[in-house]
């Protein structure tokens, strides 16, 4: 399991270019295995294994639970990569819903609407990549949202609109599956 994280590490590091003016000076960071989640938000538990606003890269460890989907969505400047580590990732590109399972992977180039979810009764552990990052604040500000306005509230799609404004989520519609 740790050496999926460490090729995907490597990998990324050789992928990841770009502009100076996203490159950051960062720190060496270690995450261990048996880490603490950094975030519950409400349908999923997030992980920061670059740590706080990267501006390169975003990459976390996410165990969503079962029943979590996103809703219709679009990331206007921001590349985004799923990892399936275990369990099982449903995944609406392109017109199509896709089952994706250990050891699949799927990159959404920006602009491209999307939605993604845990549409079995297990826990699903995702390996997701966002570039440019500074994107792991999305999951403090949600987790701090769905205290008031929980998934199923009729609030909630509102309240994820505001949320996900700062962080290139734009929110088209329901998930379509």
Do not use: W
Request: contains cysteine; proline residues 8%; negative net charge.
């Amino acid at each position: 399991m740790r050496s999926i994280f460490l090729v995907a590490a490597v990998l990324l590091g050789a992928c990841v270019g770009g502009p100076a003016s996203l490159q950051s000076r960062a720190e060496a960071r270690i995450v261990r295995a048996a880490s603490l989640p950094t975030v519950d938000f409400g349908e999923g538990v997030a992980l920061k294994l670059t740590g706080e606003g990267h501006q390169a890269v975003s990459q976390l460890r996410l165990v969503e639970r079962p029943g979590y989907r996103t809703p219709l969505h679009v990331h206007h400047e921001t590349d985004e990569t799923f990892f399936v580590v275990s369990g099982e990732l449903t995944l609406y590109v392109n017109g199509q819903t896709n089952k994706l399972g250990p050891g699949d992977y799927a990159f959404v180039p920006r602009g491209t609407p999307h939605a993604q979810g845990n549409q079995t009764t297990s826990e699903s552990v995702i390996l997701l990549t966002l570039v440019p990052g500074a994107f792991e604040g999305f999951f403090d500000d949600r987790a701090e949202m769905v205290l008031q306005t929980p998934p199923g509230h009729p609030d909630y799609t509102a309240g994820m609109m505001r949320v996900g404004r700062p962080y290139d989520i734009e929110i088209l519609g329901p998930a379509p599956y």
